[in-house]
């Protein structure tokens, strides 16, 4: 059942990403690892108007103890402007499908409508340095399966070596309410990542 949740979502993202194709301006492969998770992303940029800049995201991250999460969503980010220099926010949507044990041998499936957003703070006398936080918040309302809501959190320090290449030290959690117990972290810790454009 789990499987064939991932491969419908993969090739919606497929078939979104073709559909897209002609207004995508970059792309991006975001990679982050530490001892327990490992996570791919791939982020298209799908072009500036008047209300910001798009990305269109999606990917997968694997947790040992065989926890398991898929995601694809789009994002809306702009700078703020000469108000706050240096500061730029985002506000998106996201679609989660996920295999969660936590520390529970109990294996539960999951997926999810969250909404969030991140904020991000470039020093205007470093603006190669940044800092980001987000979160991603699913309710009852839109979370299915065994779960009955979702959370993300996460902050990272990035720097760019180059205008393609960014390396960061981040942190991250990522947990389900689910029925059959209040809460399962399908995965927390400092991780190490770099996300390289092309």
Do not use: C, W
Not at 35 to 45: E, G, K, P, R, V
Not at 106 to 114: C, D
Not at 129 to 137: A, D, T
Not at 175 to 198: C, H, M, Q, T, W
Request: net charge positive; no cysteine.
């Amino acid at each position: 059942m789990l499987l064939r949740r991932i491969v419908a979502l993969s090739l919606l993202s497929v078939s979104t990403m073709v559909t897209i194709s002609t207004t995508a301006l970059a792309d991006t492969i975001d990679i982050n690892l530490r001892d327990a998770s490992a996570q791919l992303q791939y982020i298209s940029s799908m072009g500036r108007d008047a209300l910001g800049k798009t990305e269109f995201h999606f990917g997968v991250l694997y947790v040992n103890k065989n926890n398991l999460l898929s995601d694809f969503g789009l994002l809306v980010k702009d700078e703020l402007g000469g108000n706050a220099p240096g500061f730029s926010v985002g506000v998106g949507i996201k679609g989660v499908v996920a295999r969660v044990t936590g520390n529970n041998p109990e294996v539960s499936n999951a997926s999810a409508l969250a909404l969030g957003g991140l904020v991000r703070y470039s020093p205007p006398a470093s603006p190669r340095l940044g800092i980001v936080g987000q979160v991603y918040l699913s309710p009852n309302i839109v979370t299915f399966g065994d779960a009955d809501r979702y959370v993300e959190t996460g902050a990272r320090l990035e720097f760019e070596l180059i205008p393609q290449a960014v390396v960061y030290l981040g942190y991250r959690r990522i947990g389900f309410g689910l029925k059959s117990r209040p809460y399962a972290i399908l995965d927390e810790g400092v991780n190490l990542g770099v996300r390289i454009s092309f």
